[in-house]
Structures are given as C-alpha cells and as structure tokens.
C-alpha cells in the first residue's frame, strides 16, 4: 500500500512539474503591433484621447518602437535588451511628440502610465533586466 502510495504521488508530482514549463521554449516578445495595442488600449482608457491626440501617441509609439526593435540586438528568443543609452534619447522624442499635444494634467498621467509600459526583467528578480 505504500509503493502504490509513493508511486502515485510521484506521478501527480511529475505531471504538475511538467504542466508548469512552458511549451515549446523560450517565449518570443510581444510584436509592435501587440505592444502598440496595449499602449492604446492603456492611453485610451485612462487619458480620454481626442482622436487628434490619439492619433499622435500611436504615431509615436509606433515609430518609438520602429526604431527601438532595429537597435535589439539579432539573438534567438528572448533577444537582450537594447542598450539603454542608444532607447533613452527615442524615448525623449517619443514623449516631447506626445506632450506637444497633451494637457499638463494628460501629460502628468501619461507618464505615470508609462512606466508600467516598461518591459518587466525575469520573472521572480523583482527588477527590471540591466541595461
């Protein structure tokens, strides 16, 4: 009665164990499209776009991330980061393009939403992935 015991809870511990990998490998990043998605659904809910202004935040995020994705760095899934040097000055002129067309009160909230834009490090590390 104890093999049959031991030997069952071994077996649920391998099927639970192999449920919690991922299938097929290392997961790929979201695409443009995917991320430009999410921003618009994020500044759209919570900044009251007109559609002139939505119209230039999706433009520039669109082009911040055109150029962000040329500076990753071609490597299999999931790529590195691209160096935080080269993505800060995009993102100066992603944020002056949108604050040209923003009340001070959208602006103050854009940037709050912003940061949760950011991608996230790995799992479980609490921080963001150096760059």
């Known amino acids: 009665m104890k093999k049959i015991f031991v030997l069952a809870l071994g077996l649920i511990a391998t099927c639970v164990t192999l449920?919690?990998?991922p299938a097929g490998g290392p997961s790929k990043?979201?695409?443009a499209e995917e991320r430009?998605?999410?921003?618009n659904e994020?500044?759209?809910a919570s900044?009251?776009?007109s559609a002139k202004q939505?119209?230039?935040v999706n433009d520039a995020f669109k082009q911040f991330f055109a150029e962000a994705d040329k500076l990753r760095?071609?490597?299999p899934p999931p790529p590195p980061p691209p160096d935080k040097a080269k993505i800060e000055p995009l993102a100066q002129k992603r944020d002056a393009a949108i604050k040209a067309v923003l009340t001070e009160l959208q602006y103050k909230k854009y940037v709050e939403i912003e940061k949760?834009?950011?991608p996230q490090g790995p799992p479980g590390s609490g921080k963001p992935p150096k760059q």
Do not use: C, D, E, F
């Not at 430009?36 to 921003?39: E, F, N, Q």
């Open 19 to 21: 449920q919690a990998q």
């Open 29 to 31: 990043p979201p695409s």
């Open 36 to 39: 430009l998605k999410r921003v």
């Open 42 to 44: 994020k500044m759209k």
């Open 47 to 49: 900044l009251q776009l």
């Open 54 to 56: 939505q119209a230039v």
């Open 73 to 75: 760095p071609q490597a």
């Open 116 to 118: 949760t834009l950011r």
